[in-house]
């Protein structure tokens, strides 16, 4: 069992910037890919960003590629987003989540976080 706990969202001005933590609970972090995916009203949750168990790997959405960077910190059991340049677009709820291996899809990920709304004004 991994728990998830999303951290770090708030209102930012266009062009700003923020940082989101996950924080997981459960001695088998380090075996998942960790992944973070977004939902904006009225839309279908997309997959943003994931990393690899040892985070040698990563793999970015063509819409947040140059400006977000996934990382993770096992020994803090701990995945983080950093979100720069961000743009009005990128408005939604965004959740972490947990997979066996890494993936864009949701399906395949096992456990979920609350979400963190994220609010970017023009």
């Known amino acids: 069992q991994v728990q998830l706990v999303e951290s770090g969202g708030g209102l930012v001005q266009a062009g700003g910037s923020l940082r989101l933590s996950c924080a997981a609970s459960?001695?088998?972090?380090?075996?998942?890919?960790m992944g973070w995916f977004r939902q904006a009203p009225g839309k279908e949750r997309e997959f943003v960003a994931g990393?690899?168990?040892?985070?040698?790997?990563?793999y970015y959405a063509d819409s947040v590629k140059g400006r977000f960077t996934i990382s993770r910190d096992n020994a803090k059991n701990t995945v983080y987003l950093q979100m720069n340049n961000l743009k009005p677009e990128d408005t939604a709820v965004y959740y972490c989540?947990?997979?066996?291996?890494?993936?864009?899809?949701?399906?395949?990920?096992?456990?979920w976080g609350q979400g963190t709304q994220v609010t970017v004004s023009s």
């Open positions: 989540a947990a997979a066996l291996g890494l993936t864009t899809a949701s399906k395949e990920y096992d456990y």
């Open positions: 459960g001695r088998t972090f380090s075996s998942y890919a």
């Open positions: 990393i690899s168990w040892s985070g040698g790997s990563t």
